[in-house]
């Protein structure tokens, strides 16, 4: 009846050992280079946890997030719609399907802010198709769907045209004029181009703009950028260290 007692033993004894062992002894720590808007970093990262490009995606695609033009101001220039739509569906498919095959850090935080960056992607290439199609048929507007009472003044407007039309883009100067350092100057500009020919013109070209796109666009699921992603990541590395440049 010995040798069982003594082998009971020892396996309490490792059992003890195995469990009292600090994790980091199993960890395998590696080196990474990363930049921030002022600093270059330094720092080790556990290699058993995350790989080195994992990190460098997650710094690449998803703190520092490519984004997408969201200027419409150049919605309707010398290309066609079909060229524009074709450019932009291009541009969207390959920023949505880099997010979904590249490999990531995955944890909650990275993982979800990956789900909404797509989101967001996806959103705001709808916008801009309907937008640019709409400069020629307004009407396409009215198939889409993320608006409020505001966007819909406006759309209204670009699809009746003439005196509505107008009237919308008076409206909408005074908005634009309260949220504008030189007023009168603005003012001025807008009766230049209200009493020329081309006034149609110039009412619909400002309602798309600064009417209609700038409320929808406020409406889609736009990405925080004001939170603190250095600090997300650096929750991620062991002994950080940066040379920064002064402010």
Known sequence: MKYPIIYLKGLLLLTIFITIVPNNVFSQYAEIEYYTELCGCVAKFDSTQYT????????????????IDTDATGLKDVKSAEELINDLKTECMQKIERLQTLDFVNDTF???????????????????????????????LLEYDLVDSTCMYYRDALIKGGEAMLKAWAKLNEVLKSNNGYPDQLQREFEAKYNSDNRLTYAKEAIMVFGWWNNANHLLPHIDFSYNYREEFEKLLNNVECECDEP
Do not use: F, G
Not at 110 to 135: G, P, R, V
């Open 110 to 140: 990275w993982q979800k802010l990956k789900n909404e960056i797509i989101e967001y992607y996806i959103s705001t290439c709808k916008l801009k198709e309907y937008t640019m199609l709409a400069y020629d048929n307004p009407k396409i």
């Open 52 to 67: 080195r490009k994992q990190l460098q995606n997650t710094i690449d695609y998803l703190w520092w997030m490519p984004n």
